[in-house]
């Protein structure tokens, strides 16, 4: 059990609101959140920040599976995983 500040800290700054929500619908075994607010503003998340959208709006929306994908490859972790990997693929279907 950690806190949201130490989570969002392990699962690479993302929006707390996803962590949030990872834990309602029960995705990440372990996510158990023992302090939900976070002290402050997080220094890297307020240096990175970015000023503009790295892409323009997408005009047409996917209307099909697999029509759009975004991919984002994480790693190589200092710490293997339980399930023995290095690196992290995130796959989004639009």
């Not at 996803?18 to 023992?34: E, P, W």
């Not at 990175?48 to 790693?75: C, N």
């Amino acid at each position: 059990p950690c806190s949201l500040a130490m989570w969002h800290t392990r699962f690479a700054h993302i929006n707390t609101n996803v962590i949030a929500l990872m834990k309602r619908r029960d995705l990440v075994n372990g996510l158990d959140i023992t302090d939900s607010s976070l002290n402050g503003k997080c220094e890297p998340c307020l240096h990175a920040k970015p000023t503009r959208r790295p892409f323009d709006s997408i005009v047409t929306p996917a209307t099909e599976v697999l029509f759009r994908i975004h991919l984002d490859l994480w790693g190589k972790s200092r710490t293997m995983s339980l399930g023995g990997a290095w690196y992290m693929m995130l796959t989004v279907d639009d």
